[in-house]
């Protein structure tokens, strides 16, 4: 588990981060996002040790960071953006390096080799890391992150360099590795986030601005609680059947494409997910739903509402759980 408590760090005069505090819980992948000098990377920094806080608290499994940095760190396993490689080593050397260093007491041997199993590097293992494509340099650099078996996961763009099928394979790592693990992930690409993660962090101008999943984020920041769907059946019959639905506000025929065919454009009561009972129902009179979008936000427009200087409020957890 990850806990920050107003967490800030100063340069001079400038606030690079802002009296932030979130959680990470134990088994959960959590999504961290900012742009560009929005105090990111100083976070991350700082929960690894590599720089201290100014004010506030980071805790890894309860430690703090900055009181038993060596303990704190020994519960880290952590993937740079720029993987700390020794080039001139092969795989074998600096992964058994990497070991020593961080005097684990796992079986040496299997322990290794079931790192390398993980990351799919086996067949580089006697390697010189300098000749290695920049994306099993990555993977080497994943491998070192794993060494130990540590808690906590941090990892700055994991997939950088990685081949489409490469960075599918370690998405799906890391899903794998979040059932076991706390895990923090840094990315640029958005769809690698919404992919992997359980909860998104957005943080802006060093402060957090979103703590929350997608699926909450995209209900409160949307405008409206609408579908769009395009339905084949008799247009007056449909128009009454989803009308019926509990939750509906409004139902209104739109654009007719060919026969008995129609868009519609269903407004719901706010909180009210209509989809799965409406399918039931157009099913079971042998109509067809042939295409249907939401009205939410994507975890782009998300991002780009949340850093753009609209007037969006902090969107974070009450002391009850629901949405600030």
């Known amino acids: 588990m990850i806990e920050v408590r107003n967490l800030s760090k100063r340069y001079g005069d400038k606030k690079a981060v802002d009296g932030i505090s979130f959680r ?6 959590l999504g961290f996002l900012g742009p560009n000098g929005a105090g990111k990377s100083t976070t991350m920094n700082i929960l690894t040790g590599y ?93 070192q992150a794993l060494v130990g078996n540590p808690n906590v996961l941090i990892l700055d763009e994991p997939t950088v360099g990685l081949d489409p099928k490469q960075i599918i394979e370690i998405r799906t790592l890391i899903k794998k590795l979040g059932k076991n693990h706390t895990v923090i992930l840094s990315s640029h690409i958005l769809s690698e986030v919404q992919a992997v993660c359980d909860k ?48 509906v506000v409004s139902c209104e025929a739109g654009l007719e494409h060919s026969d008995a065919v129609w868009d519609y454009r269903i407004e719901a009561k706010e909180g009210v997910d209509i989809r799965r009972e409406l399918f039931r129902r157009i099913a079971e009179r042998n109509w067809y739903i042939l295409e ?20 969006v409020p902090a969107l974070g957890k009450n002391s009850d759980g629901g949405l600030d």
């Open 24 to 29: 990470a819980e134990d088994g959960e992948i």
């Open 51 to 143: 720089i201290s806080s100014t004010d506030g608290k980071a805790l890894i499994d309860g430690i703090d960071i900055l009181e038993n940095p060596i303990k704190a760190k020994s519960k880290i396993g952590y993937l740079p953006e720029q993987p700390p490689l020794y080039l001139d080593m092969t795989v074998k050397e600096y992964l058994n390096f990497i070991y020593d260093l961080k005097k684990c007491k796992l079986p040496r041997n299997s322990h290794l080799k079931d790192i390398c199993s993980l990351v799919k590097i086996e067949h580089v293992y006697n390697r010189i890391i300098k000749n290695l494509s920049k994306g099993y340099k990555q993977r080497v650099g994943l491998a």
């Open 200 to 247: 998104i962090i957005v943080i802006n101008e060093g402060k957090i601005v979103a703590d929350d999943t997608e699926d909450n984020l995209s209900r409160k920041l949307s405008a409206d609680h609408k579908l769009s769907v395009r339905i084949e059946g008799p247009k007056n019959d449909v128009v009454k059947l989803i009308k019926g639905i509990s939750g």
């Open 292 to 311: 249907l979008r939401s009205s939410e936000l994507s975890l782009e427009d998300i991002f780009l509402k949340l850093t753009m200087g609209e007037a």
